[in-house]
């Protein structure tokens, strides 16, 4: 069975403070996103890695792509509130059926406090 | 542009009642479809996807089902509700492209009493 963990499980932190979130796994991934949740809605795309050590930047996220594409990390400069949220990783594996399935980490939630 | 939706945004049932949860999307023909379930605010568990009309897989056992009469239409039942179905279900869709991601709907918030 494929798992992703999410490290840490909560943060919360002072505004203009720097975090980094992992995303961890034993399995090999052809992609790997970052969602981002609020309560009560939907999980957004942040950003999609394809490349082992691929590297993105979304202004003062930063998200990298493990060289043997089974973990990822998102790194947020200068944390403002409305950082604030869920963030989820997941994993993309092409399944039996041949279509590609998504894995879901267990999920960081981020606390910015003004 | 693409754009999906999910309805209702909320619902409480009786235990023993049945339920019917819908899923639209508009602005792409034969997208992968999903549903998912979440607990208390953290990871995704895929219940269902499908790649067409009719063509279901299931991925975890359970109390619920799913069908897809139009392309566009993805639907999630159950015969009679149990307690432990109460949660948050956000039905996706994807093209079938390893690098696509998922684009959400805005989710259900179900409550079984």
């Known amino acids: 069975t494929q798992l992703l963990e999410q490290s840490p499980q909560f943060l919360s932190i002072q505004e203009g403070e720097n975090l980094t979130v992992y995303c961890n796994s034993s399995?090999?991934?052809?992609?790997l996103q970052w969602y981002r949740q609020e309560p009560g809605e939907g999980p957004v795309l942040l950003v999609t890695?394809?490349?082992?050590?691929e590297v993105k930047k979304l202004k003062r996220l930063t998200f990298q792509f493990g060289d043997a594409r089974k973990d990822s990390s998102l790194h947020i400069t200068a944390a403002q509130p409305g950082d604030t949220g869920l963030y989820l990783c997941?994993?993309?594996?092409?399944?039996?059926?041949?279509?590609?399935?998504?894995?879901f980490g267990t999920g960081t939630r981020l606390k910015v406090l003004a | 542009s693409q754009t999906i939706h999910q309805w209702p945004a909320t619902l409480v049932q009786p235990v023993g009642s049945p339920l019917s949860l819908e899923c639209t999307v508009e602005g792409t023909s034969n997208p992968n479809l999903y549903w998912y379930r979440q607990a208390a605010g953290r990871g995704l568990q895929l219940l269902f996807y499908?790649?067409?009309?009719?063509?279901i897989s299931s991925e975890v056992p359970q109390n619920l089902s799913a069908s897809r009469p139009q392309d566009r239409q993805f639907i999630l039942s159950s015969k009679k509700l149990l307690l432990s179905d109460s949660g948050f279900y956000l039905c996706?869709?994807?093209?079938?492209?390893?690098?696509?991601?998922?684009?959400f709907g805005s989710g259900t918030r179900l409550t079984v009493v």
């Open positions: 499908s790649v067409g009309i009719g063509q």
């Open positions: 890695v394809v490349t082992g050590g």
């Open positions: 399995s090999v991934f052809s992609s």
């Open positions: 997941a994993g993309a594996s092409l399944a039996l059926s041949g279509t590609y399935k998504y894995i």
């Open positions: 996706a869709w994807s093209a079938d492209l390893p690098n696509y991601g998922y684009t």
